[in-house]
C-alpha cells in the first residue's frame, strides 16, 4: 500500500475511539459507521478522489468484445500498446451497432430463467437485407455539399465536421450487456483501459491521506442528518464542515506546482533555427 493512503479499516477505528458517550452520534454501530464510510469513499471517488486504473483486457475475436473491468465506473482512455510502450487510442464512436433480438426454439419466444423477460441474443447484423450504405442509397445527400479538388484528385477535399481523426480504431460503451463493443483491426488480441474505480469496491479500500479529515467529516454528517432527536443547527454545522473540508481536500490534491507552471508557460516560447 502507498505510504499516501490509510486503510478504510483505520480511519473507521480512529473515528469510533474519538466517539464520546454523550455525543450524538455515540450509539451509532460499527457496520452503519462503515456503510457510510464506503459510500463517501464512493462519492468523493467519482471526482476528487478520483483512481484511474489501467488494465489490459482480451477480446473476444469472435463478437469482438471486450468484458468490462467488474470495478468500472467510467472510461478514460481505450487503446492499444504499440512496440514503443505508448498508447494508441480507440476513438469512440456512439454510432456502433450493438443490438439484440429475441432468441426464438420452433420459431417462438421464450423466457428460460422466469424473470418475466423474453431471452435475447447479439443480431449486430444490417436492418437493410445485408445492402451496405452506398452512394445514391444514403451518403448522396452529402454530395451538393462536398468540395472536391480535381487539380490533385478528386478525392480530396470533404464536407467539414463529417469525419476527422486518425484512430486505430473505434469503440462503444455497451453497459447493458457490461462490455466493450469493438471496431478496430482483427489482429487485437488485447487492449488497454484505463478507467475510473470504484475504490468501495476493493477488498481493503484506502482513502488519501489529504481526503481522510473529510471522509470523517462525511460520516458525521450522514450519521446525524436523518435523526429526529439531533437539532436542525448541529445537522447544518456538521453538513458545512463536510463541505469546507471536502474543499479543502480538493485544494491540496490539484494543487498547481511552480515548476507545471512555468513548463506551461514555456510551450509557447520555441526557437527555430535561422536561416
Known amino acids: 500500500m502507498a505510504r499516501n493512503y490509510v486503510p478504510l479499516s483505520q480511519v473507521i477505528d480512529d473515528y469510533i475511539i474519538t466517539l464520546d458517550s454523550d455525543d450524538y452520534v455515540a450509539n451509532a454501530s460499527d457496520n452503519m459507521i462503515r456503510s457510510f464510510a464506503l459510500r463517501g469513499i464512493r462519492e468523493m471517488g467519482f471526482d476528487l478522489l478520483k483512481r484511474i486504473r489501467s488494465l489490459k483486457l482480451t477480446?473476444?475475436?469472435?463478437?469482438?468484445?471486450?468484458?468490462?473491468?467488474?470495478?468500472?465506473?467510467?472510461?478514460?482512455?481505450?487503446?492499444?500498446?504499440?512496440?514503443?510502450?505508448l498508447v494508441y487510442v480507440l476513438g469512440e464512436n456512439k454510432n456502433l451497432n450493438y443490438s439484440q433480438k429475441y432468441s426464438t426454439s420452433n420459431g417462438n419466444t421464450y423466457d428460460s430463467d422466469g424473470d418475466g423477460l423474453l431471452e435475447r441474443e447479439d443480431s449486430k447484423t444490417a436492418t437493410n437485407s445485408g445492402k451496405p450504405a452506398v452512394a445514391g442509397d444514403i451518403t448522396d445527400g452529402f454530395d451538393s455539399y462536398v468540395f472536391r479538388n480535381y487539380v490533385y484528385d478528386n478525392a480530396q477535399g470533404r464536407l467539414y465536421g463529417a469525419g476527422g481523426g486518425?484512430?486505430?480504431?473505434?469503440?462503444?460503451?455497451?453497459?447493458?450487456?457490461?462490455?466493450?463493443?469493438?471496431?478496430?483491426?482483427?489482429?487485437?488480441?488485447?487492449?488497454?483501459?484505463?478507467?475510473v474505480a470504484d475504490e468501495a469496491r476493493s477488498t481493503n479500500p484506502q482513502v488519501h491521506v489529504y481526503a481522510e479529515e473529510a471522509l470523517r467529516a462525511y460520516i458525521?454528517?450522514?450519521?446525524?442528518?436523518?435523526?429526529?432527536?439531533?437539532?436542525?443547527?448541529?445537522?447544518?454545522?456538521?453538513?458545512?464542515?463536510?463541505?469546507?473540508?471536502?474543499?479543502?481536500?480538493?485544494?491540496?490534491?490539484?494543487?498547481?506546482?511552480?515548476?507545471?507552471?512555468?513548463?506551461?508557460?514555456?510551450?509557447?516560447?520555441?526557437?527555430?533555427?535561422?536561416?
Open 166 to 195: 486518425h484512430y486505430y480504431g473505434q469503440f462503444r460503451v455497451n453497459l447493458d450487456q457490461n462490455r466493450l463493443e469493438l471496431n478496430s483491426n482483427s489482429d487485437v488480441r488485447e487492449i488497454v483501459m484505463e478507467y
Open 59 to 85: 477480446v473476444n475475436t469472435t463478437t469482438n468484445t471486450a468484458v468490462l473491468p467488474d470495478d468500472y465506473v467510467d472510461w478514460s482512455k481505450v487503446g492499444v500498446v504499440g512496440d514503443d510502450g
Open 220 to 275: 458525521y454528517y450522514k450519521l446525524v442528518e436523518r435523526k429526529a432527536s439531533v437539532p436542525a443547527n448541529e445537522k447544518a454545522r456538521a453538513r458545512s464542515e463536510y463541505y469546507n473540508e471536502r474543499r479543502k481536500a480538493n485544494s491540496r490534491m490539484k494543487s498547481v506546482t511552480k515548476e507545471e507552471i512555468l513548463k506551461t508557460i514555456r510551450k509557447n516560447y520555441k526557437q527555430a533555427p535561422k536561416a
